[in-house]
């Protein structure tokens, strides 16, 4: 099978605002695209990259926090216990330029399939569970822009 050649897809496109479909079955496909996706991140400096972020809407994710800790290639990632919070200035691939000083759990423990369908539990805290938050937020259609304060609305009556 060849090869799709993947980019990253920017602010303002609809398959970063999609929720995304589960994987029923994990197939070569499967593996091929998280490899891709893997070597797109690290081409770039990424710490994580998300299907939606090249045009793909399954759930997907790639991550690797740079500390040893090696690279996840996760299927059908899930949040299932959030502990603690932090604050961080988080950056996105798909909004380039843009920090924005986010509150999200200090620790998290997930639920994934890796690339041959084994059933993984992965207990991460800061940076990781982060990374981790960010990535499943790719997965529900959430960019970092979400999290910045709303604009007091214009229209709104001034003092005389």
Do not use: W
């Amino acid at each position: 099978m060849k090869e799709i050649e993947l980019k990253i897809k920017l602010l303002g496109e609809d398959v970063l605002r999609q929720a995304v479909k589960p994987v029923d079955k994990i197939t070569e496909s499967h593996r091929k695209l998280l490899s891709q996706m893997a070597r797109l991140m690290y081409s770039i400096d990424g710490v994580g990259l998300a299907a939606p972020q090249v045009g793909i809407n399954e759930a997907l994710i790639v991550v690797d926090p740079r500390d040893g800790t090696g690279l996840y290639k996760l299927v059908n990632p899930k949040i299932i216990k959030r502990d603690g919070q932090q604050d961080s200035e988080e950056g996105c691939l798909s909004v380039p330029g843009v920090g924005v000083k986010i509150k999200r759990a200090k620790k998290v423990v997930l639920e994934a399939q890796d690339e041959t369908g084994k059933s993984l539990v992965i207990e991460a805290e800061g940076f990781l569970a982060n990374i981790f938050q960010h990535e499943l937020d790719h997965l529900n259609g959430k960019l970092i822009v979400d999290y910045l304060p709303k604009e007091p609305n214009p229209k709104q009556s001034k003092n005389k």
